[in-house]
């Protein structure tokens, strides 16, 4: 059955027209693996996880950060909201999770998370992850309503920004490029997320883009969003190991163009 998914931004609040944009069945299943493959290699064993030197989880096929109680980090938590997004969604959560006043990550560090690999909780969350993939790839797609009018909000020129947006994501495989890249390296509003004053997120790839072919609009992006990772090893040299994944990353977004 072929469908189409149609995602509305509304931007009224700041005198713009909503605009919709509508992705296909294909799209979306697209999109899903290959945010799959970036995050999880591919691998269902990976859709819990907590890598090493962090301080929370990452789940599914986002790798959804998910803090224990009392950690508040400086990253974007999402899988909190994710459980919000099931439950609107009419799917049933482990009991364990069924209390919105208490979903803080119950593993209180990897070693913990690491060794309850098989225990029952961790079992049903996976179990939970496997089944819902369809629904994680919607709660991704569906994160760009948000995350338009707060990265507009927080530009010095928010027209420019509109424009660079748009350009993409009317392009061919320029809604993975925007859905993937905010997963992956987030919006770039939160101050928590700077090295040095500069931020690394989606907002920061959008004010390098020029006023270019629309074709070209990918390929810019991806040319853009190199530089600005390539800044933020400047300011944290110790992140230099992973700059080649990062870029191995990017062109993923070109890689069928």
């Given at each position: 059955?072929?469908?189409?998914?149609c995602?509305?931004f509304?931007?009224?609040?700041?005198g713009?027209?909503?605009?919709?944009?509508?992705i296909s069945?294909?799209?979306?299943?697209?999109?899903?693996?290959?945010i799959?493959?970036?995050?999880?290699?591919?691998?269902?064993?990976?859709?819990?996880?907590?890598?090493?030197?962090?301080?929370?989880?990452?789940?599914?096929?986002?790798?959804?950060?998910?803090?224990?109680?009392?950690?508040?980090?400086?990253?974007?938590e999402k899988?909190?909201?994710?459980?919000?997004?099931?439950?609107?969604?009419?799917?049933?959560?482990?009991?364990?999770?069924?209390?919105?006043?208490?979903?803080?990550?119950?593993?209180?560090?990897?070693?913990e998370?690491?060794?309850?690999?098989?225990?029952l909780?961790?079992?049903?969350?996976?179990?939970?992850?496997?089944?819902?993939?369809?629904?994680?790839?919607?709660?991704?797609?569906?994160?760009?309503?948000?995350v338009?009018?707060?990265?507009?909000?927080?530009?010095?020129?928010?027209?420019?920004?509109r424009r660079?947006?748009?350009?993409?994501?009317?392009?061919?495989?320029?809604?993975?490029?925007?859905?993937?890249?905010?997963?992956?390296?987030?919006?770039?509003v939160?101050?928590?997320?700077r090295?040095?004053?500069?931020g690394?997120g989606?907002?920061?790839?959008?004010?390098?883009?020029?006023?270019?072919?629309?074709?070209?609009?990918?390929?810019?992006?991806?040319?853009?969003?190199?530089?600005?990772?390539?800044?933020?090893?400047?300011?944290?040299?110790?992140?230099?190991?992973?700059?080649?994944g990062?870029?191995?990353?990017?062109?993923?977004?070109?890689?069928d163009?």
């Open positions: 059955m072929y469908w189409l998914f995602l509305i509304c931007l009224c609040s700041l713009v027209k909503a605009k919709s944009i509508s069945e294909e799209e979306m299943s697209l999109i899903g693996k290959k799959f493959i970036n995050e999880c290699a591919g691998k269902v064993e990976n859709l819990t996880s907590w890598n090493v030197g962090t301080d929370f989880a990452s789940l599914g096929i986002g790798h959804f950060i998910w803090y224990p109680s009392g950690k508040e980090g400086p990253f974007d899988f909190p909201s994710f459980l919000i997004f099931l439950e609107h969604r009419g799917i049933e959560l482990p009991a364990w999770l069924r209390d919105p006043s208490d979903r803080d990550c119950p593993w209180k560090s990897r070693k998370f690491m060794q309850d690999l098989q225990g909780a961790m079992r049903s969350l996976r179990e939970l992850l496997i089944d819902t993939i369809a629904l994680q790839v919607e709660f991704i797609v569906e994160g760009l309503q948000a338009l009018p707060k990265i507009l909000e927080s530009a010095s020129n928010p027209n420019h920004i660079q947006f748009f350009r993409v994501a009317e392009s061919p495989m320029g809604f993975y490029a925007l859905t993937d890249y905010v997963n992956f390296k987030g919006e770039g939160l101050r928590s997320e090295y040095n004053g500069e690394w989606l907002l920061q790839v959008l004010e390098l883009m020029s006023e270019l072919n629309s074709n070209e609009a990918v390929r810019e992006f991806v040319k853009c969003a190199e530089r600005v990772l390539a800044r933020r090893v400047e300011n944290a040299p110790k992140e230099q190991v992973w700059l080649p990062w870029r191995n990353r990017l062109r993923t977004y070109i890689s163009l």
